[in-house]
């Protein structure tokens, strides 16, 4: 069935260190993909999105690539910082009776 | 333009006493979906609402129930809590329409004692 899988967390990281976090998603059609973020004790808040294939959504430093013949979209950031500390989630949307599709989130502490 | 608004914010309830959340969308949007978040199990989907029809469903018991107004506002409920209940619970909301994001509000937090 449709899905979304991404990289068992936690992830801890130095300051100003290079962050990779996988996303694949399973899905018929052409969704459009997400890139969540949950700061301790918030709701989610939408970090950066792409709409078609090749499309590279960019938000704070944040980018990341809906590769279609991967099916992935990997969040990448180049340095962290300490304030991106966070619950990060890869989404998906594929339109018709939509509802938006969550992978389970990855937690990501970035240390000093 | 006012975001999603939960209420309350937390909450403490005793085992087999019921609650109801409320959620307010954002202006125009008719689509309300909740959420259930707890450290073991992560996010997980409780159901949808659109134009006043659960459209979509989780895997919960009919513990868990919701209704969504002519408004949109949606309140979910549950019944016969148990400690197992306690969690963070998500309300968001969506455009209809192709590839929407979904806006989320802050919360409930809910506390079974």
């Known amino acids: 069935g449709d899905s979304v899988t991404q990289m068992e967390g936690p992830v801890t990281l130095s300051e100003e260190a290079f962050l990779t976090i996988n996303c694949t998603y399973t899905?018929?059609?052409?969704?459009?993909l997400f890139w969540y973020v949950q700061y301790p004790g918030e709701g989610l808040q939408l970090l950066l999105k792409?709409?078609?294939?090749?499309d590279k959504g960019s938000n704070k430093g944040f980018e990341a690539t809906y590769r279609k013949e991967t099916t992935s979209f990997h969040l990448e950031k180049g340095s962290v910082q300490v304030s991106d500390s966070a619950v990060y989630f890869c989404?998906?949307?594929?339109?018709?009776?939509?509802?938006?599709?969550f992978g389970t989130g990855t937690k990501l502490q970035v240390i000093p | 333009k006012a975001g999603v608004t939960q209420t309350p914010r937390y909450l403490i309830k005793t085992r087999g006493q019921q609650v109801t959340l409320s959620c307010s969308p954002i202006?125009?949007?008719?689509?309300v979906s909740w959420y259930q978040q707890t450290p073991g199990q992560g996010l997980q989907f409780l159901f949808e609402?659109?134009?006043?029809?659960?459209?979509n469903k989780g895997n919960f018991p009919g513990r868990f129930s919701g209704r969504q107004f002519s408004n949109s506002r949606s309140e979910m409920n549950v019944s016969t809590l148990e400690l197992g209940d306690s969690a963070l619970y998500l309300c968001?909301?969506?455009?209809?329409?192709?590839?929407?994001?979904?806006?989320f509000g802050q919360g409930t937090r809910l506390t079974v004692v």
């Open positions: 989404a998906w949307n594929s339109g018709g009776y939509q509802k938006v599709t």
């Open positions: 899905a018929t059609g052409y969704p459009s």
């Open positions: 792409a709409t078609k294939a090749d």
């Open positions: 202006s125009g949007h008719r689509s």
């Open positions: 609402y659109f134009s006043e029809t659960q459209r």
């Open positions: 968001a909301s969506q455009l209809e329409g192709s590839n929407t994001e979904a806006f």
